[in-house]
Nanobody, 123 residues
Framework: QVQLVESGGGLVQAGGSLRLSCAAS????????VGWFRQAPGKEREFVAA????????YYGDSVKGRFTISRDNAKTTIYLLMNSLKPEDTAVYYC????????????????WGQGTQVTVSS
């Protein structure tokens, strides 16, 4: 069973940076990719970024392109999300999830999820 544990969330001022981590275990290399999603109060869970384990190919949602960077460390089976130039609208609970599907932007194709980590950006 795949297990995912997020960390690194917190409170940061607008324009600042945070790096989230997603520690993966239990058969993650059998999955195709790991993604980050976020959910703000009263809103749908939104695709943020995803990375394929083997190729390292990365994909981003339009709202974070150019500001966020996803990376992976195969040796440690950890996924990172470096968030720069943070804005108040980035405030949300951030989740990592794994998938065997090539359809990376839709949360319904992800079958394992972490518990989430809160990111709050103050103006």
């Amino acid at each position: 069973q795949v297990q995912l544990v997020e960390s690194g969330g917190g409170l940061v001022q607008a324009g600042g940076s945070l790096r989230l981590s997603c520690a993966a275990s239990g058969g993650t290399f059998s999955s195709y990719a790991v993604g980050w999603f976020r959910q703000a109060p009263g809103k749908e869970r939104e695709f943020v970024a995803a990375i394929a384990w083997s190729s390292g190919s990365a994909y981003y949602g339009d709202s974070v392109k150019g500001r966020f960077t996803i990376s992976r460390d195969n040796a440690k089976t950890t996924i990172y999300l470096l968030m720069n130039s943070l804005k108040p609208e980035d405030t949300a609970v951030y989740y990592c999830a794994s998938t065997n599907s090539r359809i990376l932007v839709q949360r319904t194709f992800y079958n394992y999820w972490g518990q989430g980590t809160q990111v709050t950006v103050s103006s």
